[in-house]
């Protein structure tokens, strides 16, 4: 279950604009495994993105009781290194877009 | 019985017996050896620019061996062309800094005279990777799923061919709780 995100309602539609599709953000999910120690998970957030223990704890604890969540959110270059960065850590972690 | 790990003044410590060194390099060697067997599709060598980047020049195939599936999951959960696209970018180098860690920490134990290991917080953050990883592999092949229940673990079949991997399972969950306990104490 990722982060809701909200869409403008478009109520008119103008000939003359271009379909400009929105600039997407990506984002990073960490998923749910029957193996990783809770105190890991939360200790791992905070080591690869910097965040204090209670928003770690936090996001360890939607990890666990969602099966996923998303733990970060950027360019698609960023999400990859973060990815990256996770995986080294052993969390079984994704990329994609976010409204997906 | 170990004794767990400890900080000390002189950094992180811990005491193993003999068997438990001989447990940890064969584990580690074993996973040494999953993950250099696969890899990159092209040897390494004939591309100069992939030995120099890690980044293989050919599709790089979903590992085979459910623990290093475990270790280098897909990187996109629905998208199979971008995960293969990350995995070729990406395998050389999460295989390479994991064999690098798990170097390290077979360096630390053959420097640790009589099972004693002495190491700084910087090996011990190694370490805990590494015993993380131990119990990927060793929680994978014994299929640990989430409502594992510990006091089951006497009461397994000695014939089940899990039951060694979870008594393994079991010992490093410890080692790594005490671990983490020691890094944010």
Redesign the interface.
């Known amino acids: 279950m990722s982060t809701p995100t909200l869409t403008p309602e478009r109520t008119q539609k103008s000939d003359v604009e271009p379909d400009i599709e929105p600039d997407v953000p990506w984002v990073t999910i960490v998923w749910n495994d029957p193996i990783n120690l809770m105190d890991y998970v939360t200790y791992v957030f905070q080591q690869v993105f910097g965040y204090s223990k209670q928003k770690a704890t936090k996001l360890m604890l939607d990890v666990h009781r969602k099966g996923r969540a998303v733990v970060s959110s950027g360019g698609r270059e960023e999400m990859e290194r973060d990815v990256i960065r996770l995986q080294e850590y052993g969390l079984w972690a994704t990329f994609q877009k976010d409204n997906q | 019985m170990a004794q767990g790990f400890s900080m000390t003044r002189k950094g992180v410590e811990a005491t193993f017996e003999r068997g438990e060194v001989v447990l940890l390099r064969e584990l580690i060697s074993d996973l040494v050896g999953r993950l250099d067997a696969g890899g990159a599709a092209t040897p390494v060598g004939t591309d100069p620019l992939e030995a120099m980047t890690g980044i293989s020049s050919a599709p790089v195939e979903a590992p085979v061996d459910p623990i290093v599936a475990r270790?280098?999951?897909?990187?996109?959960?629905?998208?199979k062309e971008?995960a293969d696209e990350?995995r070729r970018?990406?395998d050389g180098?999460?295989r390479a800094?994991?064999v690098a860690a798990y170097s390290a920490v077979l360096e630390d134990l053959a420097a640790a005279p009589d099972g004693h290991v002495k190491i700084n917080r910087e090996e011990a953050?190694v370490w805990?990777?590494v015993i993380?990883?131990l119990?990927?592999a060793t929680?994978?092949v014994a299929d640990?799923?989430?409502d594992?229940d510990y006091t089951d673990l006497d009461s397994l079949d000695p014939d089940d061919p899990r039951a060694a991997f979870l008594h393994l399972y079991d010992w490093l969950?410890w080692l790594?709780?005490r671990l983490?306990g020691v890094?944010?104490g």
């Open positions: 270790l280098l999951p897909d990187a996109h959960a629905t998208d971008v990350f970018l990406a180098d999460l800094s994991r953050e805990l990777r993380n990883d119990r990927l929680g994978t640990v799923t989430e594992l969950t790594q709780s983490l890094l944010t």
